[in-house]
Nanobody
Framework: QVQLVESGGGSVQAGGSLTLSCTASAVIYRYCMGWFRQAPGKEREGVATLDSDGMIRYADSVKGRFTISRDNDKNTLTLQMFSLKPEDTAMYSC????????????????WGQGTQVTVSK
């Protein structure tokens, strides 16, 4: 069982930046890790994934603005978000899976509770 706790959400104006962190209760260097977001009334969407071999995938909507990374020593996953837009407003959650990442992967067994990001115009 892996517990995930997100932090770093908040309210910013458009064009601003935020850094989200996800701290895991277990060693995650072999895990596929991901960030997802869900806006009110919308389906959850993948934001970025980072596999154990370093392979990174981003949603088209965040490419060039968001950066996913991990610190294996601290069992922490990070999402740096720049040039934020109002449409980035959502609850952001991290996820972990001992299996490998793949395109559009959503079947993660472990999820955090989420941290809210609100971007105003």
């Amino acid at each position: 069982q892996v517990q995930l706790v997100e932090s770093g959400g908040g309210s910013v104006q458009a064009g601003g930046s935020l850094t989200l962190s996800c701290t895991a209760s277990a060693v995650i260097y072999r895990y596929c890790m991901g960030w997802f977001r869900q806006a009110p009334g919308k389906e959850r969407e993948g934001v970025a994934t980072l596999d154990s071999d370093g392979m990174i995938r981003y949603a088209d909507s965040v490419k060039g603005r968001f950066t996913i990374s991990r610190d294996n020593d601290k069992n922490t996953l990070t999402l740096q978000m720049f040039s934020l837009k109002p449409e980035d407003t959502a609850m952001y959650s991290c996820a972990a899976d001992w299996r490998r990442c793949y395109v559009d992967k959503r079947d993660f067994p472990y999820w955090g509770q989420g941290t809210q990001v609100t971007v105003s115009k």
